[in-house]
């Protein structure tokens, strides 16, 4: 079975830019999840899908955060414009089962 | 709000030690409890989960028991491999409304053969 799949693994960007990120769940799984990851921190929730409506959106910033998950499938993060203090790992995970996520193994920006 | 605080690592054990690591939280209800592990270059994947009060999780050797009057979810494993080697977050999270996971800010674990 094939796992979360997510690009690119690595971005650097300077602040102000824009950046976007992708994730393929597992085939099948309904609720996806973006979580960001500071360094020395755990992940923290920023945006829930069920299928492709949004179910908890609370942490997400949305004067520059945006997200999308068209068909129920695929999803796309966007920062823009990004700041140095949202220089982390971006994971997307997906799941059937409350609280048994399974992750992708993340994107690392890097805002200069 | 809902809150998880693990143990400040980073732990160095010799393999065969024992193994815990700490976890207590704080929650406005009755939350399922959950240990992830992430080993070096790959993502965070469950270890095991404790869903009620009294109720120990196990996986790998690993164990953890669902504490609510200490509100503690502590990970044990008697005798740790070098292949233990990784980071482990503790988490808590609800069955229905966002189901969303609070995670821990984890806690590196080298094991030196």
């Known amino acids: 079975e094939a796992g979360v799949a997510q690009s690119p693994r690595y971005k650097i960007i300077e602040k102000r830019q824009s950046v976007a990120f992708w994730c393929n769940p597992i085939?099948?799984?309904?609720?996806l999840y973006w979580y960001q990851q500071i360094l020395g921190q755990g992940p923290k929730l920023l945006i829930q899908f069920q299928n492709n409506g949004v179910v908890d959106d609370s942490q997400l910033p949305k004067d520059r955060f945006s997200a999308e998950r068209l068909k129920g499938v695929d999803s796309t993060l966007k920062i823009q414009p990004a700041k140095l203090e949202d220089s982390a790992v971006y994971l997307c995970?997906?799941?059937?089962?409350?609280?048994?996520?399974?992750f992708g193994e993340g994107s690392r920006l890097t805002v200069l | 709000g809902d809150s998880v605080t693990q143990m400040e690592g980073p732990v160095t054990l010799s393999e065969e030690a024992f193994l815990t690591i700490n976890c207590t939280y704080t929650a406005t209800g009755y939350p399922s409890l959950f240990w992830y592990v992430q080993y070096p270059g790959e993502g965070l994947q469950l270890l095991l989960k404790?869903?009620?009060?009294?109720d120990k999780g196990s996986n790998k050797g690993f164990e953890a028991t669902y504490r609510k009057e200490t509100t503690s979810f502590h990970l044990e494993k008697g005798s740790v491999q070098v292949s233990d080697s990784a980071v482990y977050f503790c988490a808590l999270g609800y069955q229905g409304g966002s189901e969303k996971l609070v995670f821990g800010k984890g806690t590196k674990l080298t094991v030196n053969p």
């Open positions: 085939s099948g799984h309904a609720t």
């Open positions: 404790a869903t009620k009060a009294d």
């Open positions: 995970a997906s799941s059937t089962v409350v609280g048994e996520l399974f």
